[in-house]
């Protein structure tokens, strides 16, 4: 970086932050702590990527085997297994092609033959210690297999078995829709779509002893065109015969349910020793029941915004295995309003709405309304137990019963969410959620669910939900938000291995895998690790460092609740040296009368406010910098817009986070007269000039066409002696360069490690401002075009 350059920056880049960047307020809660582009996570050696394989594609159906290490992988015609300590390091894939005579059929059919005849593993389900169960979608004929993964790890054994099997209701026909499924006790539970046209979605059970099973066929009050996203087992007493199964999906609304047409998101109940009926519903569930979920937002004008399109549901474990936390994601139906939430719900609610009043309807044009009669006894839903008595099976269930459960698959009340609202929206960006995972995480101050969300655009969002008072009260922090796939891309499979503390991604291009922490990344003062509030990580003494709950060290400090650096290190902040924060060195910048300047200053956390001061020389008295005519503090600094000599003085930029404050940058601003500017340049280069603060290296032909855009673009005042200023500056630093730059580098890397980033306006070389400036001069080409005519001209430097 030349200091010629640095003159053009120091007097120029402010003008092109602002026009580029625009001042609009932000809302500071709702960004991210931290931002990590592709390329840092790679740098930072944050991400590890199977970038896919020429011939495959869709690398959605994960299955975690923590106790083998692996990850095996479900894609366009291959099963992938991946090293879970490190993805990229050791995988195997076994080619798992459709039957070629299948492809035919397929083609002839008019289907696409690269992108629907070819075999897109869609299940992959544990069967037993030694075989995994998988299904794909062959070409528009779904077909099953057993795939042999070995007893232990060492046996490195991964094969097809040679058997395959007849995939329908298991696996769709079409590869754009999914299969949410889950064998349990040698039974596989999948919704699926079960035809070639992709019209007759149902529920099955099928494998093990059993008649397959499913839900009743074309009746849209059972299932009106749903779209399934999980499937869980939920123990439902210490009984193991009252077992319940639960299917979360999105669907059409019913008949009537809405006026005109409308997704609604769905929990579905099935007990798992459910038989079907005897003389009705033969081989159909008897204890099918629905519920609608709501995720809503009350809006300012009375009408709620609703979150109905389903995505992604976790569950979370809780102290009491019947009653995990239900942690949804859902986006908005509406095309105009782009939003996705984050819902949470508890299971006594769901239980709740299932044993309150059934949705009836006496016709077809009859509204839905509670059912208010007698209901059968035993209750449809309940599961043939001991529990409850007298029925050892669905098929003993009296007619009247079955009867009623066919006409009465849903409740008329709706599960509402933990504290009736989202626990997270977003609704002013690009982008919306598609996958949630969430990890339990003890910290010095108690457990935090830190959720973990992937987003349509390859990016993953960290966020930690922190009491405020109560369990009611919840702030989301955003801890970070980190993009893991090369191209914008939907991630449509997640997994979390709290063995390996890593997080396993995948999309259509391929998979990802990330750490669940960095720690180091927040900075290298205490303060700065306890503002992160980021319960993976404490302050050690020494650096931010992964938290342990066991390690009882006497030097830790966290607080995830306040973030509060006061309290948890102040005793350490005069320690300097071991608090990471170098003493911020007094530097001088230079501006002329009349010209801009941009004074740099940017925390590293995208959620801190920067304050300025200013302090006129010789005075004790320190004023509060105020956005203006000719003042605009800005996320990257401050911008002078017309420098007046009563402007020189020394500037402090402090940034406010979270109720604390933090000084990151002091700097000196002297303004020189224009008339003392023209007696400088008529000075000889031994004179002293002032000593700009920069670091020496080449002037560039680029960089001086550049620097010359930039003064056509703001219309300098004294447009040439300016240019010359910047010239003879930099020519007199080149001598002094050779000395000095051994030194600079010095300060350039303490100033990188230092806690904050900061930089005094010499950031031309970060990729982002150079592409602004690339942008900039895109914008100008008229004027360019003039001041290239004049760069022609040969100058005597
Ligand atoms: C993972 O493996 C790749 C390829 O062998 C290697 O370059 C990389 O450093 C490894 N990553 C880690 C975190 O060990
Ligand atoms: C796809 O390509 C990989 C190597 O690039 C190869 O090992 C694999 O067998 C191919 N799969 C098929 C189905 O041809
Ligand atoms: C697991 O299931 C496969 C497929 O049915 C069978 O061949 C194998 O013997 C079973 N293994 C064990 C350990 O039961
Ligand atoms: C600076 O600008 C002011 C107002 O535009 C003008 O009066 C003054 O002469 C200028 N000073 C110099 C040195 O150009």
Same mark, same amino acid.
């Given at each position: 970086?030349?200091?010629?350059?640095?003159?053009?920056?120091?007097?120029?880049g402010?003008?092109?932050?602002?026009?580029t960047?625009?001042f609009?307020?932000?809302?500071?809660?709702?960004?991210?702590?931290?931002?990590?582009s592709?390329?840092?996570?790679?740098?930072?050696?944050?991400?590890?990527?199977?970038?896919?394989?020429?011939?495959?594609?869709?690398?959605?159906?994960?299955?975690?085997?923590?106790?083998?290490?692996?990850? &095996?992988?479900?894609?366009?015609?291959?099963?992938?297994?991946?090293?879970?300590?490190?993805?990229?390091?050791?995988?195997?894939?076994?080619?798992?092609?459709?039957?070629?005579?299948?492809?035919?059929?397929?083609?002839?059919?008019?289907?696409?033959? #690269?992108?629907?005849?070819?075999?897109?593993i869609?299940?992959?389900?544990?069967?037993?210690?030694?075989?995994?169960?998988?299904?794909?979608?062959?070409?528009?004929?779904?077909?099953?297999?057993?795939?042999?993964?070995?007893?232990?790890?060492?046996?490195?054994?991964?094969?097809?078995?040679? $058997?395959?099997?007849?995939?329908?209701?298991?696996?769709?026909?079409?590869?754009?829709?999914?299969? !949410?499924?889950?064998?349990?006790?040698?039974?596989?539970?999948?919704? =699926?779509?079960?035809?070639?046209?992709?019209?007759?979605?149902?529920?099955?059970?099928?494998? +093990?002893r059993?008649?397959p099973i499913?839900?009743?066929?074309?009746d849209?009050?059972?299932?009106?065109?749903?779209?399934?996203?999980?499937?869980?087992?939920?123990?439902?007493?210490?009984?193991?015969?009252?077992?319940?199964?639960?299917?979360?999906f999105?669907?059409?609304?019913?008949?009537?349910?809405?006026?005109?047409?409308?997704?609604?998101?769905?929990?579905?109940?099935?007990?798992?020793?459910?038989?079907?009926?005897?003389?009705?519903?033969?081989?159909?569930?008897?204890?099918?029941?629905?519920?609608?979920?709501?995720?809503?937002v009350?809006?300012?004008? +009375?009408?709620?915004t $609703?979150?109905?399109?389903?995505?992604?549901?976790?569950?979370? #474990?809780?102290?009491?295995?019947?009653?995990?936390?239900?942690?949804?994601?859902?986006?908005?139906?509406?095309?105009?309003?782009? +939003?996705?939430?984050?819902?949470?719900y508890?299971?006594?609610?769901i239980?709740?709405?299932?044993?309150?009043?059934?949705?009836?309807?006496?016709?077809?044009?009859?509204?839905?309304?509670?059912?208010?009669?007698?209901?059968?006894?035993?209750? /449809?839903?309940?599961?043939?137990?001991?529990?409850?008595?007298?029925?050892?099976?669905?098929?003993?269930? /009296?007619?009247?019963?079955?009867?009623?459960?066919?006409?009465?698959?849903?409740?008329?009340?709706?599960?509402y969410?933990?504290?009736?609202?989202?626990?997270?929206?977003?609704?002013?960006?690009?982008?919306?959620?598609?996958?949630?995972?969430?990890?339990?995480?003890?910290?010095?101050?108690?457990?935090?669910?830190?959720?973990?969300?992937?987003?349509d655009?390859?990016?993953?969002?960290?966020?930690?939900?922190?009491?405020?008072?109560?369990? $009611?009260?919840?702030?989301?922090?955003?801890?970070?938000?980190m =993009?893991?796939?090369?191209?914008? =891309?939907?991630?449509?499979?997640?997994?979390?291995?709290?063995?390996?503390?890593?997080?396993?991604?995948g999309?259509?291009?391929?998979?990802?895998?990330?750490?669940?922490?960095?720690?180091?990344?927040?900075?290298?003062a205490?303060?700065?690790?306890?503002?992160?509030?980021?319960?993976?990580?404490?302050w050690? +003494?020494?650096?931010?460092?992964?938290?342990?709950?066991?390690?009882?060290?006497?030097?830790?400090?966290?607080?995830?609740?306040?973030?509060?650096?006061?309290?948890?290190?102040?005793?350490?902040?005069?320690?300097?040296?071991?608090?990471?924060?170098?003493? &911020?060195?007094?530097?001088?910048?230079?501006?002329?009368?009349?010209?801009?300047?941009?004074?740099?200053?940017?925390?590293?956390?995208?959620?801190?406010?920067?304050?300025?001061q200013?302090?006129?020389?010789?005075?004790?008295?320190?004023?509060?910098?105020?956005?203006?005519?000719?003042?605009?503090?800005?996320?990257?600094?401050?911008?002078?817009?017309?420098?007046?000599?009563?402007?020189?003085?020394?500037?402090?930029?402090?940034?406010?986070?979270?109720?604390?404050?933090?000084?990151?940058?002091?700097?000196? &601003?002297?303004v020189?007269?224009?008339?003392?500017?023209?007696?400088?340049l008529?000075?000889?280069?031994?004179? #002293?000039?002032?000593?700009?603060?920069?670091p020496?290296?080449q002037?560039?032909?680029?960089?001086?066409?550049?620097?010359?855009?930039?003064?056509?673009?703001?219309?300098?005042?004294?447009?040439?002696?300016?240019?010359?200023?910047?010239?003879?500056?930099?020519?007199?630093?080149?001598?002094?360069?050779?000395?000095?730059?051994?030194?600079?580098?010095?300060?350039?890397?303490?100033k990188t490690?230092?806690?904050?980033?900061v930089?005094?306006r010499?950031?031309?070389?970060?990729?982002?401002?150079? !592409?602004?400036?690339?942008? &900039?001069?895109?914008?100008?080409?008229?004027?360019?075009?003039?001041?290239?005519?004049?760069?022609?001209?040969?100058?005597?430097?």
């Open positions: 970086m030349s200091s010629f350059w640095d003159c053009v920056v120091l007097l120029l402010g003008l092109a932050v602002l026009r960047d625009g609009a307020a932000q809302n500071k809660n709702n960004i991210p702590r931290l931002k990590l592709y390329k840092e996570m790679l740098e930072s050696n944050n991400l590890e990527t199977f970038e896919g394989l020429s011939n495959s594609s869709s690398y959605h159906t994960f299955l975690l085997d923590e106790e083998k290490g692996r990850l &095996l992988v479900g894609a366009k015609d291959h099963i992938f297994s991946f090293n879970l300590v490190n993805i990229s390091k050791e995988y195997t894939q076994i080619p798992w092609l459709a039957a070629p005579n299948r492809r035919d059929e397929c083609k002839w059919a008019g289907k696409d033959l #690269s992108r629907e005849c070819s075999n897109f869609k299940v992959l389900q544990p069967f037993n210690h030694t075989h995994v169960y998988a299904c794909g979608t062959g070409a528009f004929h779904p077909v099953c297999t057993y795939l042999e993964v070995g007893r232990k790890p060492e046996d490195g054994i991964f094969r097809l078995g040679h $058997h395959v099997e007849n995939g329908r209701g298991k696996s769709p026909y079409d590869p754009r829709l999914s299969t !949410a499924s889950m064998l349990i006790d040698g039974e596989l539970y999948a919704g =699926t779509s079960a035809d070639f046209m992709g019209r007759d979605f149902a529920i099955f059970r099928t494998l +093990g059993h008649h499913r839900t009743e066929q074309h849209s009050r059972w299932l009106n065109d749903p779209r399934f996203v999980g499937v869980h087992q939920i123990s439902e007493s210490d009984n193991p015969e009252d077992d319940k199964i639960y299917l979360f999105r669907e059409h609304a019913m008949d009537g349910e809405y006026a005109g047409k409308a997704t609604y998101a769905r929990i579905g109940q099935l007990c798992k020793n459910d038989l079907g009926g005897h003389r009705s519903l033969v081989n159909k569930w008897t204890t099918f029941l629905k519920a609608r979920l709501v995720c809503s009350p809006g300012s004008n +009375g009408i709620d $609703h979150f109905d399109e389903l995505q992604d549901v976790f569950l979370m #474990s809780t102290k009491d295995p019947k009653s995990p936390l239900v942690y949804a994601v859902f986006t908005t139906s509406s095309n105009i309003f782009k +939003g996705s939430a984050v819902c949470m508890s299971m006594a609610d239980r709740r709405v299932f044993l309150g009043p059934y949705a009836h309807r006496d016709g077809p044009n009859y509204q839905w309304v509670p059912f208010q009669g007698r209901v059968p006894y035993p209750r /449809p839903g309940t599961c043939p137990s001991k529990t409850f008595g007298g029925f050892d099976t669905t098929k003993d269930l /009296p007619d009247e019963v079955v009867t009623f459960a066919r006409a009465h698959p849903a409740m008329f009340n709706p599960i969410p933990i504290n009736n609202r989202p626990i997270m929206v977003k609704s002013d960006v690009d982008y919306q959620f598609t996958q949630i995972v969430v990890d339990k995480v003890e910290a010095e101050d108690g457990l935090y669910d830190v959720m973990f969300i992937g987003t655009i390859g990016t993953i969002l960290k966020v930690v939900s922190i009491p405020r008072g109560s369990w $009611h009260d919840l702030e989301e922090v955003l801890l970070e938000e =993009t893991v796939f090369r191209e914008p =891309t939907a991630i449509t499979a997640m997994e979390l291995s709290t063995k390996q503390q890593q997080l396993y991604l999309s259509d291009m391929g998979v990802s895998q990330m750490p669940l922490h960095r720690c180091e990344v927040y900075g290298k205490c303060a700065e690790c306890c503002l992160a509030r980021d319960p993976y990580c404490a050690d +003494g020494s650096e931010c460092s992964r938290y342990f709950p066991m390690a009882k060290r006497r030097t830790r400090r966290q607080d995830i609740r306040n973030g509060d650096p006061l309290t948890q290190c102040s005793d350490l902040q005069h320690d300097e040296e071991a608090n990471g924060l170098t003493t &911020l060195q007094d530097k001088t910048v230079y501006g002329v009368e009349n010209s801009s300047t941009f004074l740099e200053c940017s925390p590293k956390s995208q959620r801190a406010r920067t304050h300025w200013y302090q006129r020389s010789g005075e004790e008295r320190r004023e509060e910098v105020k956005s203006g005519e000719r003042f605009i503090c800005t996320d990257q600094g401050l911008l002078i817009r017309t420098l007046s000599k009563s402007d020189s003085g020394v500037y402090i930029c402090q940034a406010v986070e979270h109720g604390f404050m933090q000084t990151l940058l002091k700097l000196t &601003l002297e020189i007269g224009t008339e003392r500017l023209d007696t400088l008529q000075r000889d280069d031994e004179r #002293s000039t002032p000593s700009v603060y920069a020496p290296p002037e560039s032909p680029n960089q001086r066409l550049w620097y010359r855009d930039f003064l056509s673009l703001v219309n300098h005042p004294t447009l040439h002696s300016v240019d010359e200023f910047c010239e003879q500056i930099w020519k007199r630093e080149r001598k002094h360069r050779k000395q000095k730059a051994h030194t600079i580098q010095q300060q350039q890397q303490s490690l230092a806690a904050p980033s930089q005094v010499s950031q031309m070389h970060t990729p982002s401002l150079a !592409a602004k400036w690339k942008h &900039l001069q895109d914008r100008q080409k008229g004027r360019n075009r003039r001041t290239h005519d004049i760069q022609r001209a040969p100058r005597s430097v």
